[in-house]
């Protein structure tokens, strides 16, 4: 999509997307499986791990996360609604311990797929 969203801007704008300077910020995975190893009962596992609906929250200094975000942590978007609040957070070592550093992407819905049109 982004592809395609870049070379719909650059048709219109008679250009290129690098000359518009239409670069990635940031490129969050969701609802994806990656073989990844963790701590399991005191013991480094090759685990696995399947996030649906949910993303990667790895911490400061982790190996797998982007140079850029080695200080701070790998960054997590969590967007609200038009009532709510949206939030910019980061990794931790506590989320990796308690949940293999993972965590939601998102605001969640308020009524499921198959429901909402019958609101």
Sequence with gaps: MTFLCRQAFAK???STPDDLDMH??????HNIAKVEQHMLDGKLKTLMM???GATRAFPP???????DYQLTGQ???I?????????VLTGTEKGMERTFGTTCHGAGRAYSRQNQGET
Excluded: A, E, Q, W
Excluded at 24 to 29: A, L, P
């Design 12 to 14: 219109i704008f008679n």
């Design 24 to 29: 990635m910020i940031y490129d969050v995975s």
């Design 50 to 52: 399947h996030r649906k």
């Design 61 to 67: 200094n982790h190996p797998l996360i982007p140079v």
């Design 75 to 77: 960054p997590v978007l």
């Design 79 to 87: 967007g609200g609604t038009m009532g709510t609040c949206s939030y």
